[in-house]
């Protein structure tokens, strides 16, 4: 059988028999077919020695039964990785950093249990995913909008904690900065409720967020210092109506004032939603390498052939989609006042975009044509890697995601830094995606690799990756979220102060989980015994 | 581990095994027999186990991943939507559930029980 690392078969067989008085037989996974049920179905590892694996998974069904699992993980030093619906596909699934590891599987804990309209909230557990609160929002035709990520089968709970992002407004697309309260069990089987929640009977978990004292909160995110068995969900009120429209420019160092403006709309309150911003440029010159290089390079001769081609071919070098939710005048009126502050950079042209009122019917639904831009769920995302008629399948795909400062000097820059990288490995096994803002002040790159059951393609990937990661932080650039698989490396990175606040993490680590069994590894954070003289 | 076998040297999952089982007829004789018992409760769970976890990728037509991907694997040799087809015997849902292929990773039995799943399963099944 599989045993965690430092654990007797002895001390293993007899802690899964505790474990099992708890959740019942029939929610403890041992065989080997189940527990390849918690493998990382788009682990950059694949076949390799280092694949992460489970030794084991368990399924509580309440925050009682994970106080009692933790304790008897505490007596027997078991070391438990919990997920919530284990979807995290790209950034780890199912799978624990540290092999061996007891997957707590949170899955069965997908009890919504409150939602208030007047208020805008929702509270669930961990296992509710974005398809599941969507459902019950539209089945009791409550007047409120989720945001929703990519794939709408993730936990709420779990994408929250994972610093996730959706496409509605501030403060609904990041899905941190949109939760408010917690219930967390320590490493230690301790149950605490956080900010308003510390108040028994508190009238205000979901509509406070500080309570009294310090804010924790964020300690429970990108760590593995408890697991969260209950949180608050800021929901947004159903609109009157959304309209978009696009903005084209033409020039090279359009990007400068085109990401200026979408600065000030962004922070006054003016467009208060994600860009969707792109190069059409880019992909018309993905055929012609002479062109393509010339991305790359900072000679201003290559940057005035790129704006010959743009203007000689009609493409422009930039777009970005503007969104507005609200009262139809005031959104009209929002995208109109946008369009005169950006006629001042020249040759701009504009289209106009969608319009809608809600609540839309489901035929209306499928039409739109980004779904996530108005809170429903979907799992079109999968399109990516999926076989098609121009491309074979994969077996799954992952991102490298620094965030960069929301300026267009920055776009150019990490624009020619990492198309470098990229043409260093001389491999086609990443693709540049275009920077978003999921948050205000910042752009996040998307470098897209897909994972193929090809061990040497796979280590091209990783290497590749690692390069981007050092690279990247010798520009001030950092992650936001990563793959376990990298998690270390990009731990490394926030090295200011010989590690100090990886030190600090780890201080943390052991006053709040001293014998180390929650998610070893998680975000570069080990438990004492298993760091190697720290960082 | 992840569940593999050797072919032909080649390490594929089980799901591309049960497709070879699939066209060889191994599986026929169960998977028919299992269909031919189900009733209608086991049918209308199927139907909801298949609306819950499904359909978001293999309904007809297009943004849905599952069903582009089955539409260039067979091109037009057979439906790519999941619920058009007529060949899917049980044991062949099962694997691919269990197991996934390329983008579709596997589903846990904390996600579809095994109960729900032989649900799926007959509900997908050629039915007499």
Redesign the interface.
């Known amino acids: 059988m599989a045993v965690p690392p430092g654990v007797s078969e002895a001390d293993f067989r007899q802690a899964l028999a505790r474990f099992a008085r708890v959740v019942g037989d029939a929610w403890v996974f041992t065989s080997d077919e189940d527990i390849a049920l918690y493998s990382d179905a788009y682990t950059p590892l694949w076949s390799e020695d280092e694949e992460k694996t489970a030794s084991a998974a368990l399924a509580p069904d309440s925050a009682e039964q994970v106080q009692e699992l933790v304790r008897i993980a505490n007596e027997y030093r078991i070391p438990l990785y919990p997920v919530s619906t284990g979807r995290n596909l790209g950034y780890g699934g199912a799978a624990p950093v540290l092999s061996g590891s007891v997957v707590l599987d949170l899955k069965r804990m997908n009890r919504i249990l409150e939602v208030s309209e007047r208020n805008a909230y929702a509270l669930v557990e961990p296992g509710v995913s974005y398809f599941d609160l969507y459902r019950y929002v539209q089945e009791r035709g409550l007047k409120l909008w989720i945001d929703c990520p990519d794939p709408g089968w993730g936990s709420v709970i779990g994408n929250a904690l994972d610093h996730g992002v959706g496409y509605t407004m501030n403060p609904y697309r990041d899905h941190f900065d949109a939760h408010c309260g917690m219930e967390v069990v320590l490493g230690s089987g301790e149950l605490v409720r956080t900010g308003m929640g510390a108040l028994p009977g508190s009238a205000t978990w979901q509509h406070f967020k500080y309570g009294y004292g310090p804010y924790l909160d964020g300690m429970f995110s990108q760590s593995n210092f408890g697991i969260v068995t209950k949180m608050g969900i800021w929901l947004m009120p159903e609109p009157e109506a959304y309209i978009d429209g696009t903005v084209q420019v033409f020039g090279h160092d359009d990007i400068i004032p085109l990401v200026d403006h979408m600065n000030y709309v962004m922070n006054t309150g003016l467009q208060n939603a994600g860009t969707n911003l792109q190069s059409p440029l880019r992909f018309a010159v993905t055929r012609d390498p002479d062109l393509r290089q010339a991305l790359a390079s900072d000679d201003p001769a290559d940057t005035q052939r790129l704006n010959a081609f743009a203007r000689a071919n009609d493409t422009p070098f930039y777009t970005n989609i503007f969104k507005f939710y609200g009262p139809e005048d005031v959104v009209r009126a929002q995208w109109e006042h946008t369009k005169r502050r950006l006629s001042s950079i020249p040759g701009a042209r504009f289209q106009e975009g969608a319009f809608y009122r809600f609540p839309l019917t489901e035929e209306q639904k499928r039409g739109v044509r980004d779904p996530q831009d108005l809170g429903i769920p979907t799992l079109e995302t999968f399109s990516i890697g999926a076989r098609s008629n121009f491309a074979p399948a994969t077996r799954g795909h992952l991102g490298f995601s620094p965030v960069i400062p929301m300026s267009g000097e920055a776009v150019i820059e990490s624009q020619r830094v990492f198309q470098r990288v990229l043409q260093q490995f001389e491999t086609d096994v990443a693709l540049l995606v275009f920077p978003q803002s999921y948050h205000p002040r910042t752009l996040v790159i998307l470098c897209m690799f897909y994972v193929m059951p090809d061990v040497a393609h796979n280590q091209a990937v990783r290497s590749t990756f690692r390069r981007l990661v050092e690279v990247a932080a010798e520009h001030g650039w950092g992650e936001y979220r990563t793959h376990t698989a990298f998690m270390d490396d990009c731990a490394r990175a926030y090295a200011f102060n010989d590690n100090a606040l990886l030190r600090l993490h780890e201080r943390i680590k052991d006053a709040v989980d001293p014998n180390g069994v929650l998610s070893a590894g998680r975000y570069g954070i080990w438990p004492r015994h298993l760091r190697q003289g720290g960082v | ?4 076998v050797l072919v032909g040297g080649v ?1 594929v999952t089980l799901a591309v095994v049960a497709v070879s089982m699939m066209a060889s007829g191994l599986a026929a004789q169960q998977g028919t027999a299992g269909a031919q018992i189900a009733d209608r409760a086991t049918l209308e769970r199927g139907e909801a186990v298949y609306d ?1 976890w499904c359909a ?2 293999h309904d007809p037509g297009p ?4 069903t ?6 067979y091109e037009g040799s057979k439906p790519a939507a999941l619920e058009e087809r007529r060949d899917l015997l049980p044991a062949v849902t099962e694997a691919f559930v ?14 579809i029980s095994d109960e729900e799943l032989a649900a799926l399963a007959a509900y997908l099944a050629p039915r007499p």
């Open positions: 581990m992840r569940l593999r390490p819950q978001a990728c943004r849905h991943p599952g582009q991907a089955l539409e260039a694997l269990r197991t996934g292929v390329s983008v579709m990773a596997p589903f846990r039995k904390t996600e």
